[in-house]
RNA sequence: GCCCCCAUUGUCUAGUGGCCCAGGACGUGGCCCUCUCAAGGCCAAAACUCGGGUUCGAAUCCCGAUGGGGGCACCA
């Protein structure tokens, strides 16, 4: 059985490569593990797997912390943080590595391979012709250990190979799907070490998962053909194996396919992206973004699915964990995150809203920004929706079209004899309060035998320069009466310029 | 080509033999509210891939087909 919620505390670990930016699969994966962390007063893990020196990108290691942090997820353990288990940068335990490696050798578990990358080529063509699967051919098992052992130490250029078991099959079994059974014929003679001295993957990763104590190894479904090889490896060191939980994989949009270099590139065009760092820039919340990547293939019940990262630590679980792949829906995650932008206090909406509008050239002030947040609230998608909608609060002057302000069903001159009514009932108002805004400028509407729509329209254009705003005598009373008047007289003036 | 995984509305999913002529959410359409736009409320359309079993009874169990996905590197 699975040991979960309520359980005993775990010790999981998030590994990514430094090679580029943190996707929202690897979002999703440290969030789970982080969640079952601190659900079971366990340990959170910060492995960085460089072992590959020619994918590793400068900076990828420093954007990767800022964005786990972004999003909230922190850890007990890590080559920043440091811990018990250092270090936690497999680059520096290459000499670890090669210990393993070369005790599986000394024990007739694993062997030296001289074989160039172009025999190996040749070895796969002859398979495919065959029909038969990409494995490699076992050449460089038949030479004699002692042999090996003199090549090796005169400096012949080779890799160390896992021997796996030719015969019989191995049953490993994975949280999510039960038991998988594999016929070892099917399986490769892994590499182990590299002939540049570094590991791969199958090697560090289980040396490391094992003298970390991890418990649970939570990981991508990609990973789920390596999974025999990995128990053997295990099973070969004599130690016990983790928890294997693999995740789903990520469809793009469209549920054809997974998502590519070229998807993510069209992406952008419409607003989303797959980046996390993207969705920070895109004006996404973190609150949002986790509670969308949460449910991508976890779910909590039937009807509740607004959750925040302490209702996340409380309830996720393993168990109700989706093993099929599943499409990504970023409409969803719009969703989500107006729900969560909702969900925000005044202060609190105002301080993040800040520096979308000093990036988009605006000087706000923060009691100002504070008394637009609740009228913001509502209408907002993504954060950077904002400076669209109401930068008119922080420009010193509004350039209306002057079309614009001819209201439905009226003529230039009609509108602009509605606009000076309004501005005479609006200068003669002892202040711009909606309480004392308001009730006079209906009474006016009546009195002109229109429609709010006409007049307020007419009104909203002279102040706002925008066709849509947030309410209209909420903005006015935040924008203050002389500069509401001045803005009114203006469109007064542009109405008398048309024909 | 070989191996592995998966399969409920357009999408994410609930559902573990009778409570399901299938529930929720996003999206879509309509209505209400309304100074614009949102938000909110109400309503609607929309699915168990197919074929065989097992069983009194199957979305749920088994087999097969089909479809989708992943993997087959001295990358992770």
Known sequence: MTQTSSN?????RFAPSPTGHAHMGSGRTALYDFLLARQTGGQLILRIEDTDRKRYVEGAEQE????????GIQWDEGPDVGGPYAPYRQSDCTALYQEHADQLVKEGKAYPCFCTSQELEEGRQLAIKNKLPFVY???CRLIDPAEAQRRVQAG?????????PKEGSITVRDVLRGEITVENAHLDDTVLLKSDGFATYHLAAMVDDHRMRITHVIRGSEWLPSLPIHAHIIRAFGWDEPEWVHLSVFLKPSGKGKMSKRESADLIKDGYSIFIKDLAELGYTPEGVVNW???MGWSYDDHTEFFNMS?????FSLEKLNPSPAAINFTKLDHFNGLHIRALMD????ARLRPYFVSAGYTPDDATLVRMAPLLRERLTVLTDAPELAGFFFKEDVHPEAADLVAKGLTAAQSAEVARRCLAVLSALPDMRLETAEPPMRELVEELALTPAQVFGILRIAVTAQKVSPPLFESMEIIGQAT????????????ETLP
Do not use: C, N
């Not at 209702?311 to 309830?315: A, G, R, S």
């Not at 202060?347 to 105002?350: C, G, Q, T």
């Not at 509401?484 to 109405?495: D, E, M, N, P, S």
């Open 8 to 12: 005993r505390p775990v010790r999981v």
């Open 64 to 71: 990767l912390y800022d964005t786990m942090h972004w999003l």
């Open 137 to 139: 051919s076992g050449k």
């Open 156 to 164: 012949e250029r080779h890799v160390i190979r896992f021997k796996t």
């Open 293 to 295: 990547m949460a449910l």
């Open 311 to 315: 209702d996340l630590i409380e309830k």
């Open 347 to 350: 202060i609190d909406l105002a």
């Open 484 to 495: 509401v008047l001045k803005r009114v007289q203006r469109a007064i003036q542009l109405l």
